[in-house]
């Protein structure tokens, strides 16, 4: 089983669209990121959390330590928020655990 | 925020080959960190690095890897003897506040061709 499981594996949206994207994970962390990924392999940094909700513009990360669960939400999604969107968790030996990513896909 | 350049952005090597991946912070980091990804997968943890010393590493950075700050401002990763499955794209990254609880500032990473 993996450490880190992302839902859904793909999203396919319409422009507009609120769009939701769920991480679980089942190791004791100090910090869980967001990040995003272009299709030419770059990665962006989004969100670092440890407790609470973030918000970044369209963007809000959520995270609930009790339940092992992180959200990353977009509001009023727009085709260039097409990527992959990876969740990753750093344990308290500080290695990072990645998930598979969301494949994103937002048309106009 | 920090900036972060990879070098080269694209290398090929031959199966036995070394070689050498360079990672140059904008600023004096403590901790740097080096992750792959391989074509497909998902990106995973090599190894963490701090006030040079390797402080963590996964079980895929065996003895064929190593890291280095040769100069007190470049990072290196070195393959000894490469494989067709060392075949990826490295990232390297550093906490954007030098710090572990700070976002994670990545390089445009390197891709890995080994045939």
């Known amino acids: 089983k993996n450490e880190v499981e992302q839902s859904p594996q793909n999203l396919t949206a319409q422009e507009g669209e609120f769009i939701t994207i769920n991480c679980s994970y089942s190791v004791g962390i100090s910090a869980l990121h967001w990040l995003q990924q272009h299709p030419g392999g770059g990665i962006v940094s989004l969100f670092m959390?440890?407790?609470g909700k973030k918000k970044h513009g369209r963007l809000i990360a959520t995270i609930n330590i009790q339940e092992k669960h992180s959200s990353l939400h977009i509001t009023a999604s727009h085709p260039r928020d097409s990527a992959v969107y990876i969740c990753?968790?750093?344990?308290?030996?500080?290695?990072?655990?990645f998930g598979a990513g969301t494949r994103l896909t937002v048309k106009p | 925020e920090p900036e972060v350049t990879q070098t080269p952005s694209h290398q090929v090597t031959q199966m036995g080959q070394e070689v050498i991946l360079r990672c140059v912070p904008i600023?004096?980091?403590?901790?740097f960190y080096w992750y792959r990804q391989i074509l497909g997968q998902k990106v995973e943890f090599l190894v963490s690095f701090y006030n040079n010393e390797i402080s963590e590493k996964s079980e895929i950075f065996d003895d064929q890897f190593s890291v280095e700050r040769p100069d007190g401002s470049n990072f290196t990763l070195k393959i000894r003897s490469t494989k067709l499955e060392d075949s990826a794209m490295y990232f390297c990254?550093?906490?954007?506040?030098?710090?572990?609880?700070?976002?994670?500032?990545f390089g445009n990473g390197t891709r890995l061709t080994v045939t």
């Open positions: 600023s004096n980091h403590l901790y």
């Open positions: 990753a968790v750093r344990s308290w030996n500080n290695d990072m655990r």
């Open positions: 959390l440890s407790s």
């Open positions: 990254a550093i906490p954007s506040q030098d710090s572990l609880n700070s976002p994670l500032h």
